[in-house]
């Protein structure tokens, strides 16, 4: 009996060793979401909204302008945390700093789901 609840125990705790990474499902892949991969791929008038979900994937938001065309939005977000130092003998310390970047892409469609216009805000604060 003793031996039946060690292999058991034992078998439990190789199962608890996965770990798991919050906000990661599998491999997470790099973001196409970039400058170049725009500029050399989303073309105003021949660019589909199937080529963009390929690209891309889903868009952050899905919205309808005032000429009723549809319109996505996607946006990618970073923030680099910089840790402070402390040098004891000089009594000096460093402060941590942190800095974000933001890439938003807005695509309109026109009324055959063709690209028809896009912009690209960019910014690093």
Sequence with gaps: MYKII??????????????????????????NLTMGVVKSKVIKGETSQDEILKLFGSPNLVSKNK????????????????AGSTDFFAGERASQ???????????????NDVVSDYSVVATAF
């Design 97 to 111: 700093s942190s800095s974000s970047r933001s890439f938003d892409l807005i695509i309109t469609f026109d009324a």
């Design 6 to 31: 060690l292999s058991a125990l034992f078998v439990l705790s190789l199962s608890s060793c996965n770990s798991y990474k919050y906000g990661t499902e599998g491999n997470a892949q790099k973001s």
């Design 67 to 82: 000429s009723n065309l549809e319109v996505w939005s996607y946006n990618r977000m970073s923030v680099e945390q910089k």
